[in-house]
């Protein structure tokens, strides 16, 4: 299969963090932005999902959101999803299905942490998903420029320039 099989069988569309996706669900009901706390503006859904396909030659920039992300491996090659925490520490987790070399299918990354995804192999893909509860509202995501984010992290001013869009 090719990723291009894959985003038309699904109907992907561009992501502004690179990639493609679509939204596949999204609960009906909502959480009163009262019980949300102070980072969030507005109700948001309890839950929403998405397929997610990025290939060698289109990653995900650093980007951060208010709330826990899980990632679910499909199919495709190795993911390197790479985080960095509020208090600046980097770690990276590889997401796929070659467990004995420790990769993992499923991996949450926690809200507030800047995170960036890439695949590994050349002129390959990776196709996830991804689950975010409360619900994702663009209102809560923070796609910083290159500029910005190294400013923040000085010390990882090197893979912040590999993962963002200049």
Request: charged fraction near 20%; proline fraction near 4%; hydrophobic fraction near 35%.
């Amino acid at each position: 299969m090719k990723a291009t099989e894959i985003i038309n069988h699904f109907n992907l569309t561009s992501h502004p963090e690179g990639g493609y996706y679509k939204e596949t669900y999204r609960s009906k009901d909502e959480i009163l932005s009262e019980d949300l706390g102070e980072k969030f503006e507005g109700n948001r859904n309890y839950c929403t999902s998405i397929y997610f396909l990025l290939t060698a030659d289109k990653f995900s920039a650093f980007h951060k959101i208010n709330q826990d992300e899980i990632w679910h491996f499909y199919t495709g090659t190795t993911l390197k999803l790479h985080m960095i925490s509020p208090e600046g520490i980097y770690s990276f987790i590889l997401i796929g299905n070659d467990f004995s070399k420790g990769e993992i299918p499923q991996f949450t990354v926690p809200a507030h942490h800047y995170f960036a995804a890439e695949v590994l192999e050349k002129n390959s893909f990776s196709f996830t998903g991804c689950t975010v509860s409360p619900g994702f509202d663009f209102r809560d995501f923070v796609l910083p420029s290159c500029e910005a984010l190294s400013k923040e992290f000085p010390k990882h001013a090197k893979i912040i320039a590999k993962l963002t869009h200049h």
